[in-house]
Nanobody, 115 residues
């Protein structure tokens, strides 16, 4: 089992920045891919970015050039640096990891981009 705790969400003006963090605990030795999804009201949960154990990254087209995903394996933590935020980035952001073929989810953190 893997437990995930997210932090860093909040309210920010358009053009602003936020940094999300997600700390993993439990069977952390088995974690492979780490990533972030988001879900806006009335929409499906969608991939934002993910990073492999080797550091390879993949981003949704909508966030390329604005968001950066990184991980600190020593701290079992994955980060999402979000710059140039837009109102359409407003959503609940979920941390996710894959460990031993099983996907685990965090509880979600709200990001609201509004003036």
């Amino acid at each position: 089992q893997v437990q995930l705790v997210e932090s860093g969400g909040g309210l920010v003006q358009p053009g602003g920045s936020l940094r999300l963090s997600c700390a993993a605990s439990g069977s952390i030795f088995s974690i492979n891919t780490m990533g972030w999804y988001h879900q806006a009201p009335g929409k499906q949960r969608e991939l934002v970015a993910h990073i492999s154990s080797g550091g390879s990254t993949n981003y949704a087209d909508s966030v390329k050039g604005r968001f950066t995903i990184s991980r600190d394996n020593a701290k079992n933590t994955v980060y999402l640096q979000m710059n140039s935020l837009k109102p359409e980035d407003t959503a609940v952001y979920y941390c996710t990891v894959v460990a031993m073929g099983t996907r685990y989810w965090g509880q979600g953190t709200q990001v609201t981009v509004s003036s």
